[in-house]
């Protein structure tokens, strides 16, 4: 396997684009994922961030439209493509790691008929190469007797085993670009570890590119190249990891930061961002975090800010910092 670049360009995926108040799901999204490396999408519910990874492998729901923008997967240009041509390239050059596992195994086929399937189809091997591959790929997610789960029925997995599973029917068809939506969801947070330690030796292993979406920044210090965070459709602040979690720029980073417990600090009240994510049908004119914001001042309700560079390969839109010429 080898990682794509990923790169999207002033995306914009609307509900119902052709009445009077489109739902904007997503709207002027920038992202760019340099091949073989992992990038975290991060964010409140309703932020976007499902449906960008949905965007990106061309499985968002019949009513959304992209309106503007493009998807560039390597080559290939996504939203240019038809549902015959994304078919192709589904599993085979971006798969992805859906929320919950259960929705997404079949609970009447065994886990190595589930494996085993999608590359006799996709690939083309035979019943005994998929085997021999679906063996090494258990193995590859931390299965100890792989022999054994190939026989298994779903059902008979713990959550974090079905969740690894799901890792190991993603890379099955040797993708350049892995989407995992919210991974860890519902899992005990020694699980969580587990899944995350997990993903971030499949990626180091095979050299693919990856998308990592998540609501909880704090999953994504140990496997994340670089960290967008997203608000509303778009983002608000691109910097290494390094670099995010040293000094956050955006008050919307700040304010998720602030939210997660640590043990190395003062028991004190843990700070909420006060309000919710803007109703997508009816955006604030301006910056959207602004209505939230406790520094807003007169331009953010008037203009929505430009990407400004706050650092070295760091950018952030806000209007606390000098604009940038067009």
Not at 65 to 72: A, K, N, W
Not at 121 to 137: E, I, P, Y
Not at 243 to 269: C, K, M, N, W
Request: proline share 7%; glycine share 8%.
């Amino acid at each position: 396997m080898k990682g794509k670049s990923l790169k999207i360009t002033d995306l914009a995926l609307w509900f119902n684009a052709d009445r009077p108040n489109p739902i904007k799901a997503i709207d002027g999204l920038n992202l760019e994922i340099p091949a073989g490396t992992t990038l975290a999408l991060v964010g409140e519910s309703g932020c976007g961030k499902t449906m960008t990874g949905l965007s990106i492998i061309g499985l968002t729901p019949a009513a959304g439209e992209v309106v503007r923008g493009s998807i560039t997967l390597g080559d290939h240009e996504v939203t240019a493509m038809s549902e015959r041509e994304l078919s192709k390239i589904r599993g085979t050059e971006v798969a992805m790691i859906f929320q919950e596992p259960m929705t997404s195994l079949n609970p009447l086929m065994t886990i190595g008929k589930q494996l085993t399937e999608a590359m006799e189809v996709q690939l083309g091997f035979s019943r005994s190469r998929a085997n021999d591959r679906a063996r090494d790929l258990l193995h590859l997610v931390g299965f100890a007797n792989p022999r054994q789960t190939l026989g298994d029925y779903p059902h008979r997995l713990s959550g974090g085993m079905r969740q690894r599973v799901m890792i190991a029917l993603a890379l099955a068809c040797e993708p350049s670009l892995l989407i995992a939506d919210e991974p860890t969801t519902a899992l005990d947070v020694t699980i969580q570890a587990q899944v995350l330690a997990v993903l971030r030796h499949a990626v180091t292993v095979t050299g693919i590119s990856m998308l990592l979406i998540t609501h909880d920044l704090a999953v994504v210090s140990n496997i994340a190249d670089r960290v967008a965070v997203m608000y509303s459709g778009s983002v608000v602040e691109n910097a290494t990891t390094t670099q995010l979690f040293a000094d956050p720029s955006h008050p919307y980073t700040r304010g998720l930061l602030a939210a997660i417990p640590t043990l190395d600090r003062e028991i004190v009240p843990l700070r909420s961002i006060p309000g919710g994510v803007p109703d997508p049908a009816h955006l604030p004119v301006g910056c959207r975090f602004a209505p939230r914001c406790s520094q807003a001042f007169e331009p953010c309700g008037v203009s929505f800010p430009r990407a400004t560079n706050v650092g070295t390969d760091h950018r952030v839109h806000c209007f606390l910092y000098p604009q940038e010429s067009k």
